[in-house]
């Protein structure tokens, strides 16, 4: 089945909050997607953001943005009023994110929901339920923020033994004298999951399935690291003994040194993968597909001695490749993901991608810099997702003007370009994606707005000025869904309507 669909994050839509929310906005863009006959939205990982405000380092694998919170939803259940609200500046740009601003104003904010949601009998039914579900994950992650508040957002490593040992008795008497703090947390994740799992059930009626991404590895200021040292490369004290990264290459001569915790995967293997299997149970209650983030590390990691300031040392290891997707499998049933196999590519990794059957990535803009590169159409299989750019490239726009002139020249022969319009030239590469064989075809949509160098997601090894660009309010016309459409009817991508997919998957069976 050929379909397509577009990459763009929650936080890059348009918004009154200071950043994309789950709010009428994102509705609007089902709506949008719908129109423009898209079978799919891809978006970037929903987790409490950290350091950098990277959606690939959050405090928890399990938890939500809690800036992601409609705040117009809550004043709808009466915990919050539009003076309250509109009484708090989250930002002064609209194409920009502000998270200083949100940082010091969001919680102010939810703070307020959260005290009159607990004098509403009518809803601690369902939120008790919540809880109790999702008690895995949420009694730990509600702790462990409220520890990084009592230490100033230190990391969990730099605490008392007392709390990074998780000692019962410590613990017991933060959970009495913090009650208010953890419910906080407890009420955030609540609030997030309800107006997510609506927006989700809103896409399935408009027949859109939601792509979501998964990071292979967990940051060490997270609560997953915390609460379950066993999973990682951790001595008996809980101190970390391997982070991951990169070798030394051409291009970094001392490595990259990434520093996320290194999986135990020997241990992992022998309680059936306990921990992976429900971190994906919990990203299939949110998302009808997965992208995995880094999947060679599947195959193969880097594993860097903890405390080394290069990763000269590190070695490499071998990860659990088909035995982890089969565990997964067994448990979860058909497993529904997009493998990111970008980079070098080995024959194991091949190998690897072959065995589980996932379709790898193929980007337009590393095919046009090479006569022959597996990213170029002549190159695709079936079985493969194909972008022009992803969020770890600048736009398409941006990057026509700053190729050279043999690439560029390269480039309009190769989708048979005569425009000298930049501009035109990105639909003619945006076409190109579409005419490819691949099953499924992701356009972000800063491509299909010609946009610049300013709607550019993230820079690899930058800490500043990533994860930041919005949409203004009104930017998508119905004049830009007949566009996309135009091109999805005479590619053959329209998706098929939900009944008909049902019973064309019965008769297979």
Not at 26 to 37: C, M, S
Not at 47 to 55: C, E, K, L, Y
Not at 63 to 73: K, P, Q
Not at 81 to 101: H, K, L, Q, R
């Amino acid at each position: 089945m050929r379909e397509s669909g577009v990459l763009l994050p929650i936080f890059s839509l348009p918004s009154p909050y200071g950043i994309g929310s789950l709010s009428r906005e994102a509705y609007d863009f089902v709506d949008f997607l719908h129109k423009a006959g898209q079978g799919f939205w891809q978006i970037l990982p929903v987790g409490p953001t950290g350091f950098g405000n990277s959606p690939y380092q959050p405090f928890s694998a399990f938890a939500g943005n809690a800036y992601f919170i409609s705040l117009g939803d809550l004043v709808e259940e009466g915990l919050l009023t539009w003076d309250e609200i509109n009484g708090a500046s989250f930002g002064n740009n609209p194409e920009v994110v502000d998270y200083g601003a949100l940082y010091e104003k969001r919680t102010v904010v939810l703070k307020k929901a959260y005290n009159r949601f607990k004098e509403r009998e009518d809803l601690q039914e369902e939120y008790d339920a919540y809880c109790k579900k999702e008690a895995f994950w949420l009694e730990d992650y509600a702790l462990y923020m409220t520890l990084k508040d009592l230490h100033e957002g230190r990391s969990w490593l730099e605490w008392e033994d007392k709390y990074r040992l998780r000692e019962e008795k410590a613990l017991a008497e933060v959970k009495k004298e913090q009650a208010d703090n953890i419910g906080l947390y407890n009420f955030r994740q609540y609030e997030f999951d309800k107006q997510w799992r609506r927006l989700h059930a809103y896409a399935g009626e408009k027949n859109v399935k939601i792509i979501g991404d998964l990071p292979l590895y967990v940051s060490m200021d997270s609560a997953d690291a915390w609460a379950h040292p066993e999973t990682f490369m951790m001595d008996k004290d809980a101190k970390p003994l391997m982070v991951t990264g990169c070798p030394p290459d051409a291009f970094s001569p001392t490595g990259q040194l990434w520093g996320n915790p290194a999986y135990d995967w020997d241990a992992l293997e022998k309680n059936g993968y306990a921990w992976w299997v429900e971190r994906i149970r919990r990203n299939y209650e949110w998302y009808d597909v997965i992208r995995i983030d880094h999947f060679h590390g599947f195959c193969e990691y880097y594993g860097i001695p903890y405390g080394d300031e290069t990763a000269e040392n590190g070695k490499s290891y071998p990860g659990p490749g088909m035995k982890l997707f089969n565990a997964l499998e067994k448990e979860l049933g058909e497993l529904h993901m997009i493998a990111e196999d970008l980079g070098t590519n080995t024959p194991e990794n091949q190998k690897l991608l072959e065995d589980s059957g996932f379709p790898g990535m193929r980007v337009l803009q590393y095919g046009f810099t090479s006569w022959d590169s597996i990213y170029l159409n002549h190159r695709h299989s079936n079985n493969c997702v194909v972008y022009t750019g992803t969020h770890d490239n600048t736009p398409t726009r941006a990057w026509v003007e700053e190729i050279n002139e043999g690439e560029r020249d390269f480039t309009r022969r190769y989708v048979n370009s005569l425009h000298t319009d930049y501009g035109a030239l990105v639909w003619d590469i945006i076409r190109e994606a579409y005419r490819s064989v691949a099953d499924l075809c992701i356009i972000p949509l800063a491509d299909y707005l010609c946009r610049g160098r300013e709607a550019r997601l993230n820079t690899p090894g930058t800490d500043e000025g990533n994860w930041q660009w919005r949409l203004l309010p009104h930017t998508l016309s119905d004049d830009l869904a007949a566009s996309i459409r135009g091109l999805t009817e005479v590619y053959s991508r329209i998706p098929k309507e939900k009944e008909e997919a049902e019973a064309e998957e019965s008769e297979k069976k």
